[in-house]
């Protein structure tokens, strides 16, 4: 994956220095690129609960608190805007409705799996610039990434922190 994202820039960049792409044609390749390196570990979506919301929020805060000035500077100008970490695991009410989600073929997740998962976690995503959780979805992911890897939750690409 590694080699054909450096082999992607490569094409892009030849094409834009030959004349044949603009700058914003080759920033938008590299970019589907990027996307399809960074795994969608999302397998569904369901709205947070207030304690999900506050847990994730007390988590994502006390770890970007923990960061270094030059480790959040590397965040600003890396790009990675964003924090994913775990909350409070799905209800029991949350836990029907992803299952159903995923078995449901034609759904936004649906046929992502042939059988109920035994585990599923919650992630909630964190601007790292507004200092805030994003928007009330929990994403629902079937396995955690390794804390300070980059990865993919449904439309954001974020740096796990896990639940600190």
Known sequence: MRLSLHLGVALCLAGLLSGCLTTQEVLTRVGNLAAVVFNNLSVGAYRATPQQVRVADQRATASFNRFTPQEKKTFKESGTRYLAVRTADPTPTQQIEIRKSMQKQGSRYGGTTTK????????????????EIVGTDCYAVLSLPKPGSV?????????????F
């Open 116 to 131: 109920p998962p035994s585990k599923v976690y919650c992630v909630m995503i964190w601007d790292t610039q507004s200092r």
């Open 151 to 163: 990865a993919r939750f449904d439309t954001y690409t974020a740096q796990y922190v896990g639940n």
